[in-house]
């Protein structure tokens, strides 16, 4: 029995017990940060705050266990006046000498910077004893931002990112910030991850604007720029199944790849509508599987479920998942076929 709901400031413990998982700069495993991004996302989720500003985090509930086993994380503008997104740009130099007749295309880094930038996706992170799970938890948890995204599309931008990790090392650090980025900033990984997602000025500050030759860096370092890490290639596998591409642009702190998409032409986004549901007794083995979304007076919640479409326009749902949606009579849903 599982649900996907808005987070709230009670969660802060069990979030950070799911963030110790992964540690990202979107949810660092830090409980100030966590309950930063607990009290922004609370305004958020009640339009407290201009949109530009808001960042919205879901958590997914074990209902049984009483227990937060997943998160994700939806911000509506990633990059402003006040902190811009930053990336490396990863561009080709070619260069041809007539009189050696040798022709080379070299692989540069130059640092990119967006005033007004793009929706972001992220702090995606499934508890391991959960992933597998025949209830498709982790599809679920990164779909459930789309239909979101619909159901206030005003809010978001045109273009959705996800900046996906790369390889890191099993202390959790990156080698091309051990081998370009600590050299101008003088931080280590972790000291500059968590500053930047408060105060990105010393990168724009410190980073060179001229662009950087990978041939410059160690082979194992080049081999990492823009490459997925084992932990989020499943999540790589879901963007690009609906419609997400490699951007050209990477990650400054780790190097990981940007994948981007216009948001309209999401089909968890495009097809996504409100539909009136009805009660069934049974949809075993039915055919589609959907995500089904309300909002009310608890706020935002979401289930998976198979769902049985009837003819005169209704969705068919067994009382389970009327109950975990928490809809009353004749009841109503946004609804998305995954």
């Known amino acids: 029995m599982f649900r996907i709901r808005q987070s709230s400031r009670e969660d802060a413990e069990q979030i950070l017990a799911v963030a110790e998982h992964l540690d990202t700069v979107n949810l660092p495993a830090d409980r100030r940060h966590i309950e930063r991004i607990l009290e922004l996302s609370e305004k958020s989720f009640a339009a407290s705050v201009p949109p530009v500003d808001r960042e919205y985090l879901f958590v997914l509930e074990d209902l049984g266990k009483r227990r937060v086993i997943g998160t994700s994380m939806v911000h509506a503008q990633h990059g402003t006046k006040r902190a811009p997104h930053i990336f490396f740009r990863v561009e080709n130099d070619e260069r041809y000498s007539y009189t050696l007749d040798r022709y080379f295309v070299h692989r540069t880094l130059r640092i990119g910077y967006n005033y007004a930038g793009p929706t972001e996706i992220g702090g995606l992170i499934l508890l391991p004893e959960y992933r597998g799970n025949p209830e498709s938890l982790g599809k679920l948890l990164s779909y459930v931002r789309f239909l979101f995204i619909r159901m206030h ?14 390889p890191l090392e099993p202390d959790g650090t990156s080698r091309l910030w051990e081998h370009l980025g600590r050299h101008f900033t003088g931080l280590n990984y972790q000291e500059a991850d968590l500053l930047s997602k408060d105060n990105k000025e010393f990168i724009h500050a410190l980073f060179p604007d001229d662009p950087i030759h990978c041939e410059l860096l160690p082979a194992e370092v080049r081999e990492i720029i823009g490459q997925v890490g084992p932990e989020t290639r499943g999540v790589e596998k879901i963007l690009r199944r609906i419609g997400f591409e490699y951007a050209g642009q990477i990650d400054p702190f780790d190097g990981g790849p940007h994948f981007v998409a216009t948001t309209d032409q999401i089909p968890l986004v495009r097809d996504a509508a409100a539909v009136p ?3 069934v007794d049974d949809t075993d083995g039915a055919r589609p599987w959907a995500i089904l979304a309300v909002e009310g007076a608890a706020g935002f919640r979401a289930v998976g479920a198979r769902v049985i479409k009837q003819d005169d326009g209704r969705f068919g ?13 004749d009841p109503r849903a946004w609804l998305v076929l995954a």
């Open 153 to 166: 599309r005003e809010v978001f931008r045109d273009q959705v990112l996800s900046e996906l990790l790369p």
């Open 277 to 279: 549901l009805a009660l």
């Open 317 to 329: 749902v067994t009382k389970d998942v009327i109950d975990r949606l928490g809809v009353g009579a």
